[in-house]
């Protein structure tokens, strides 16, 4: 191609010719051609990235929007893109419900509102967003582009990066986002190279015609920007003289103004440089003049910019400390007067004080700075700006003043996922004297909260004692909020009285005098507590808690409502309406996301309960979209648990095994219900390869760490794994036990008497006890159809299929050993179709391994049903309905169906509930109607 014919590239003094890189252009060019692109175009400084985007911006078919990430003082400028991409449209877009947002699930849905201003879904405009210099990037950036890569495709938008990756280093969260971008469909990342030899002599022919082209490749290294100002100065020896060959032909006024803009980074309003500058008008005007029509600096609309990055940092390089410290000291003066109301401008006057060693001015700023940003929910940013202002700024006399900015800072630490910086910060603040009661009862309880978070448990609680002994006599809002605070450490590790005790106090104080969220929260701590216990009136506390929480702005109550609504529901014999609130929840983690805490924990309970309902398929898409690509941290680690059941049902044991190690970091914690979770993933392992020792040993372990707490549902949930272990140890034919096995079973069977006996209404605890009993007997030989049944039955009406089919599994094995084959077949053909279905391949392999041992063909299947049963009824609670309709008994129902007397009461409870009556004559009034 004849140099004439290249793109050029216009700057001031040269016009560069665009050489090569042909495919590279392709790439780019498509990305302003239509959207579902995502080009990172990396490279060193002066290689071509900006120049290559310009030129196919020129073409451009879709609208563009354009950003650039800056640096000052050597340090990136936190939401500068951001603030140039917003402030073109109008500035930042409100909060969704116009409130000012302090948690940390609204990052999220900032990130969202943000997104839908830019290039909302379904837009008929293909938009082409372009940032500039990524490696400057901030954290609360690179998350907001993530989100608009990854759903580039519904806002008809492509993204255009452009990334330095020679000297600069980038800071972790930068090189984590190029990764995460380039890991989407259809993302590219374009590398751009020096020019070769035979590229350099066909730029410099484009140039300055004939030349040395030898000497000048190897002066440059094939950089095209360091070849462009060659031509300015030809006789340059060294790169520094290259780059500052047209600064120095400039008069004192001009180059005084080139440093100046230097300091205020690449670009620079004309006001400000001409505030800065303190020079006459008739003066400043020749200087700008001079400065442009030597190409040191362009005009781009109302700015200033220098021609290259690597010019503006060569005119730094030669200022000495002294005139850099009375420029910054300029620039901060000529910012501060301007008083713009952004967080990009307080963050920059911060950093000019800063390096002129102004260092109360500059906390001040930091200050602003870190408020503006945290109402942007920018958290990591706003810590950043709040660390710098306690680093260089007087401690405040007041120690209660001192205390009151350390906690704004704390909290922000805290929603910047720093919970441990937050306590040190508080813990140290606390450490003076001269704090009143009620700031010093709020600060500890705060301090409590945020050594919770950080996993220092114990310490938390501590922190929440002394803040309830530091109280005044007269209840108030503080209150409410410290016992809510002790109520939920209680619950947490299992002590669910004391729960209720701090749950009650708490509530009677926040309705009085506390906020709907204390309320709420209170409410339900106190309502899952009381279920814990067996209260079941205790539902409607945490009903009223989840309804409250809905109108509360901070949505973590929410979220921990329906976490706590799910587990409570499962605990009360109430499996359909603990799938109904595991789909809400499910529904909510879209626009809250896992970054809290309690977001996660919903997260789990509804994986948890698609898991016990048998949904696999649906589980594992769940656990892929919150999983897949992303790095969770904190109480997001639990889906790795959840996963782990998931692929232990499925008998997936590697990939169990990869669960669990993700969830290593876990293993420090003492929650009660993480120890079984823990041991309960790690002995399921253990037992499906074989290692009966390794399984023995975790759960009893974990038995003994759960010793003390009230948590009867994980340690039966335990039992039932070690118990089911010992059995399969001894084998289809058990005998006599040998010491070690006897001293096993002993040990095991003396926890199962510790849990007492079951609540028909928890049909959980009621179906693993019988369960946990039924193994103990089948390792001593001794199993019994009919309690084997029982147990099906429970886990029937508790709607877990993959137990029932288990239960199926071993009843047909006790019917095989009393030689009645006819109902080994069909129960063992019942356990294989729920196996088969739910993908159950452990118990589906141990049915076909009976059925090919025994001989026995498959009963046929039963007779589908004509309709669907009523109110939801199982085809067992429809019979137990059709004879209530006749006026049975329990015990008369029991007879007619080979069940005993306890399951007929299970299922008569879940009748009634069902069908919404009170009694028995109700629902024989119904059954008249419905059951023929």
């Not at 500035?91 to 000012?100: L, Q």
């Not at 003492?670 to 037992?687: H, M, N, R, S």
């Not at 179906?767 to 019994?784: F, H, V, Y």
């Amino acid at each position: 191609m004849p140099a004439g014919d290249h793109d050029r590239v216009i700057g001031a003094g040269t016009a560069l010719p665009y050489i090569g890189r042909v495919a590279q252009r392709a790439v780019v060019a498509a990305a302003f051609r239509e959207p579902g692109h995502i080009v990172v175009l990396s490279g060193e400084a002066g290689v071509g990235k900006s120049s290559l985007v310009a030129v196919e911006r020129a073409a451009a078919v879709t609208e563009v929007i354009e950003g650039s990430c800056l640096q000052l003082a050597g340090q990136a400028l936190p939401l500068a893109a951001l603030e140039q991409i917003f402030d073109a449209h109008g500035g930042w877009p409100a909060a969704a419900d116009g409130a000012e947002q302090q948690s940390a699930e609204q990052r999220l849905r900032a990130v969202r509102v943000w997104a839908d201003a830019l290039a909302p879904s379904g837009s008929p405009t293909a938009t082409t967003l372009v940032i500039d210099d990524l490696h400057w990037a901030d954290e609360t950036t690179c998350d907001f582009l993530v989100y608009l890569a990854c759903t580039a495709a519904r806002r008809r938008l492509s993204l255009v990066l452009t990334l330095r990756d020679d000297e600069t280093p980038m800071v972790g969260r930068v090189q984590q986002a190029v990764d995460e971008l380039t890991r989407l469909p259809g993302a590219q990342c374009v590398e751009l190279q020096r020019l070769d030899r035979a590229e350099t002599r066909e730029l410099v022919a484009a140039l300055a015609g004939d030349s040395d082209v030898d000497a000048w490749y190897e002066q440059t290294k094939g950089n095209p920007y360091l070849l462009g100002e060659l031509v300015k100065d030809p006789g340059a020896r060294r790169v520094k003289d290259v780059l500052l060959s047209r600064v120095r032909s400039l008069g004192p006024d001009a180059a005084g103004l080139i440093r100046l803009a230097a300091i205020f980074g690449l670009w620079v309003p004309d006001e400000r440089l001409c505030r800065a500058s303190e020079l006459p008008p008739d003066r400043y005007g020749a200087a700008v003049r001079e400065a442009v029509d030597v190409g040191v600096l362009v005009v781009e609309g109302a700015d200033y910019a220098f021609r290259h990055s690597l010019m503006c940092d060569a005119v730094l390089s030669q200022l000495l400390p002294f005139e850099r410290r009375r420029l910054h000291e300029q620039a901060a003066r000529a910012l501060s007067t301007d008083a713009a109301d952004d967080v990009v401008t307080a963050a920059a006057v911060s950093l000019h004080w800063a390096a002129a060693g102004v260092n109360d001015e500059a906390a001040d700023w930091s200050v602003r700075a870190a408020r503006k940003a945290r109402r942007l929910n920018a958290f990591a940013e706003s810590w950043a700006h709040y660390q710098r202002a306690l680093q260089v700024g007087r401690p405040d006399t007041d120690p209660e003043a001192r205390l009151e900015l350390v906690l704004e800072v704390a909290g922000t630490a805290r929603l910047a996922g720093d919970p441990k910086a937050a306590a040190a910060l508080l813990e140290q603040a606390l450490g003076a004297g001269g704090i009143g009661r009620p700031a010093r009862a709020s600060a500890l309880e705060r301090l409590g909260c945020f050594l919770w978070e950080a996993g220092l448990t114990g310490r938390s609680r501590a922190a929440y004692a002394e803040a309830a002994a530091t109280l005044d006599p007269e209840v108030t809002a503080c209150h409410a909020q410290v016992w809510g605070a002790m109520a939920r450490g209680a619950f947490i590790m299992a002590e669910f009285e004391e729960a209720v005790r701090s749950a009650d106090r708490a509530i009677a104080a926040a309705r009085e005098h506390g906020t709907t969220a204390v309320l709420a929260d209170a409410l339900t701590t106190r309502g899952t507590a009381g279920t814990f216990l067996g209260d079941r009136s205790a539902v409607d506390l945490l009903r009223e808690g989840v309804r409250l929480a809905r109108d509360v702005e901070d949505r973590v109550v929410l979220c921990r409502g329906y976490a706590n609504l799910i587990v409570a529901y499962e605990f009360s014999g109430m499996p359909a309406e603990a799938s109904v609130a595991a789909l809400e929840g499910l529904r909510l983690l879209p626009e809250y996301g896992l970054e809290l805490a309690v977001g996660a924990a919903l997260a789990c309970n509804a994986a948890n309960m698609l898991i016990r309902r048998g949904h696999y398929a649906r589980c594992e898409e769940v656990l892929a979209e919150l999983l897949d690509g992303r790095i969770v941290q904190g109480q997001g680690l639990h889906l790795h648990l959840e996963r782990a059941e998931l692929h232990l049902a499925m008998g997936n044991t590697e990939a169990a095994r990869a669960s669990l190690a993700a969830a290593s970091s876990l293993s420090e914690t003492d929650e009660p219900t993480v120890v079984a979770a823990l041991a309960a993933a790690t002995a399921g392992i253990q037992a499906q390869v074989g290692d009966r020792d390794g399984c023995y040993r975790t759960v009893d372990g974990a038995l003994r760490r759960l010793s003390s707490t009230e948590d009867r549902h994980s340690r039966v949930e335990l039992l039932v794994i070690g118990l089911r272990n010992e059995a399969d140890r001894s084998g289809a034919v058990a005998g006599r036990p040998d010491r070690e096995t006897a001293a096993r079973l002993d040990r095991l069977t003396a926890e199962l008497d510790q849990l007492g006996l079951a609540d028909p209404d928890d049909l959980n605890f009621a179906a693993d006890l019988r369960t946990a009993r039924n193994e103990c007997a089948r390792a001593g030989g001794t199993a019994d159809a009919a309690e084997w049944a029982e147990a099906v039955a429970l886990w029937r009406a508790a709607d877990r299929p993959r137990e029932e089919a288990y239960c199926l599994l071993r009843e047909a094995e006790c019917h095989v050993a009393a030689r009645q084959r006819a109902k080994a077949a069909a129960t063992a053909t019942a356990a294989r179709e729920i196996a088969e279905r739910l993908g159950a391949a452990p118990i589906l392999g141990d049915v076909d391994a009976l059925l090919s041992r025994t001989r026995m063909v498959p009963a046929p299947a039963p007779r589908a049903p004509a309709e669907d049963r009523p109110y939801g009824l199982t085809d067992r609670e429809y019979e137990v309905l059709a004879l209530l309709g006749t006026g049975a008994t329990n015990r008369q129902i029991a007879r007619k169906l080979f069940i005993s007397d306890r399951t007929v009461g299970v299922h008569v409870s879940r009748v009634l509930h069902k069908l919404q009556v009170a009694n028995r004559a109700q629902a024989a009034a119904v059954a008249a109607k419905v059951a023929r």
